[in-house]
């Protein structure tokens, strides 16, 4: 599941750096990297939401941890307050905002995949994407 989350953090970051591509990828970033990187994190018979529940949660703990970084560079480099409480709300915000979008992009591609697999057990004709 690291290998996903791993890819799905590149998503963001590329998503970020694009300049172009920045407004319109960047607040949609969490839920594409939710719903790519889900796709190399095996599922050993989980149900869709707990396996994207604990994708999105890794996905957010690993950019709490990337975003802490940020924050303790930025208060250390300005010895205002305002800077530091803007930092760690931020810091906590977007940590926020990255699990939940990243849980949501990954259930929707595991309930997709349990679908597809459930219509193909039964044997009905598949639907496209």
Known sequence: MLVGVLIGLAIMVGCFLIPIAHFVLAPAGPFIAGYWGIQYAPNPGRHYALHGLMFGSLLGLLMGLLLSVV??????????????????????????????????????????????AQQAAEGQPQEGN
């Not at 560079?73 to 409480?85: E, I, P």
Request: proline share 0%.
């Open 71 to 116: 924050a303790f560079l930025l208060t250390s480099m300005f010895d205002d307050s305002r800077v530091a409480v803007l930092a760690w709300l931020g810091a906590g915000v977007f940590t926020l905002y990255t699990g939940s979008m990243g849980t949501m992009g990954a259930m929707f591609y595991a309930l997709k995949d349990q679908q597809r």
